[in-house]
């Protein structure tokens, strides 16, 4: 197995197609779509378009169906709810299809839809997605963060890390067989630093920062706790984990 490590979706490379590619975005997109699943909705389907979104979700019946929609870190007006995981309880998501766009998440995971397997990481599900790494023992994989507009994020290269960090020590692979980049060593490296305080972590991180001005600190503090989620989001169709 070799992991690439891509800090933004612009950086990810668009002339390849990897086995396994892991869309990241801590804060919050990939925390609230694992917290969804968890939580019993019946799928999440992914929209950088929001009035794209509003037209298919149209078709599914409105009792079935939860639209959430996020700009800035806010709640686009006229959706049933933004994009805080915590927001995502069983009696709001059971059952129904989660129709989400985010800032940057939702456009992360389209940027590797094309991969063999696509999955939604977060530190939340960690275990889950470094587990299946383990099991699966995919040739190629991506683990790509969402940043913030094109700019990196220190909350998706620490939850890489993360991943790669378990991945890397669970397997016996020797680090220099596993590195696919130099990101993903230096991804390991900001994990290790970090692992035991991930929460101060997401402080310190620009996107942290902006929550915690729209008074997001619960968010944070949940984001921040690893494996705590035994759920796999896996792309079953194009956009739809
Ligand atoms: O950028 C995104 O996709 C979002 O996760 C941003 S926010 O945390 O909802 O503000």
Request: one cysteine or more.
């Amino acid at each position: 197995m070799k992991l690439f490590v891509y800090h933004t979706p612009e950086l990810v490379p668009s002339d390849a197609i990897p086995d396994c590619a892991i869309a990241i975005d801590v804060l919050r997109a990939t925390s609230t779509m694992a917290t969804a699943l968890a939580e019993g909705a019946e799928a999440v389907q992914v929209f950088s378009d929001l009035s794209e979104l509003l037209q298919v979700s149209e078709q599914w019946p409105a009792e079935q169906r939860i639209r959430a929609g996020e700009r800035g870190g806010a709640t686009v007006e006229g959706f049933d709810m933004g994009n805080s995981p915590l927001d995502c309880t069983a009696a709001r998501v059971q059952g129904r299809r989660l129709f989400i766009s985010t800032t940057n998440g939702t456009r992360c995971l389209q940027k590797v839809q094309k991969a063999k397997t696509v999955l939604a990481g977060a530190l939340i599900n960690r275990r889950a997605v470094a587990n299946y790494l383990l099991a699966q023992q995919p040739k190629t994989v991506w683990i790509a963060g969402s940043g913030w507009e094109g700019s990196y994020s220190l909350e998706d290269t620490v939850c890489a890390g993360a991943i790669a960090h378990t991945v890397w020590t669970e397997s016996g692979a020797k680090l220099d067989e596993l590195a696919g980049n130099d990101e993903m060593v230096a991804a390991i490296a900001l994990y290790t630093q970090w692992q035991d305080r991930l929460l101060e972590l997401l402080h310190h991180a620009s996107h942290g920062q902006r929550l915690l001005r729209l008074n997001c600190h619960e968010d944070l503090k949940y984001c921040a706790t690893t494996d705590i989620l035994d759920v796999l989001p896996i792309q079953r169709e194009i956009g739809v984990l």
